[in-house]
């Protein structure tokens, strides 16, 4: 889920300058402030991140997140070519990326009860293999001559990839809580049969 989902934000940041650049128009002299715009946006984005993870499960949250992120990268694919649009998806992208941080992490650490250390260290790997696979999947376009709004695209299904292995983690461990809850009732029946 990690790797691949979040792949998704890496496809995108990865060619931002040219994104901006040569499709957007915007001068490589303002490329500088439109990284600072899209780091507010991952700051706010973090705050965000761990409120919905508070208010929901982290799966959940993850799940919402990773398609929201889908949601936007093919937004920026359409609208990249207006400046104006462009700089609004730049700042909405970089926070809906880093909202997931939260909800991962803490999905992670939830999930590995006595290895918590282990888990933010799996997770924190995971980042960086999402790093370096959604710039090489990201510039695959690229490599076909199509224009710098095309990785986009591809770090949208990114996302939407990383939002199905999240819903198939709640619908997983939505199961296992419904066994150990059967189990439960059956013991505690056989606690009353042999107490009676």
Not at 43 to 53: M, R, S
Not at 99 to 126: D, V
Not at 147 to 168: I, K
Request: charged residues 10%; negative net charge; glycine residues 10%.
């Amino acid at each position: 889920m990690i790797s691949i989902g979040t792949g998704g934000l890496f496809c995108w940041i990865s060619y931002i300058a040219p994104l901006m650049t040569d499709v957007a128009g915007f001068t490589e002299s303002s490329v500088t402030y439109i990284l600072m715009l899209a780091g507010l946006g991952m700051l706010l984005g973090n705050f965000a991140g761990g409120y919905l993870a508070d208010k929901f499960s982290p799966a959940k949250a993850c799940a919402a997140l990773l398609l929201a992120m889908c949601t936007i990268l093919v937004i920026v694919f359409f609208v990249s070519s207006s400046p104006t649009l462009a700089l609004v998806t730049t700042f909405l992208t970089g926070a809906i990326a880093f909202a997931c941080a939260a909800p991962i992490q803490m999905l992670m650490i939830k999930t590995a009860t006595g290895s918590e250390m282990i888990a933010a260290s799996a997770s924190q790997a995971s980042f960086n293999i999402g790093n370096a696979l959604g710039a090489l999947f990201g510039g695959f376009p690229l490599v076909y001559g199509l224009s710098y709004n095309y990785p986009s695209l591809v770090g949208a299904g990114m996302a939407l990839s990383g939002s199905f292995f999240a819903y198939w983690l709640i619908r997983r461990f939505s199961k296992t809580k419904a066994q150990e809850e059967v189990t439960n009732e059956v013991k505690i029946e056989e606690t009353v049969t042999e107490a009676v």
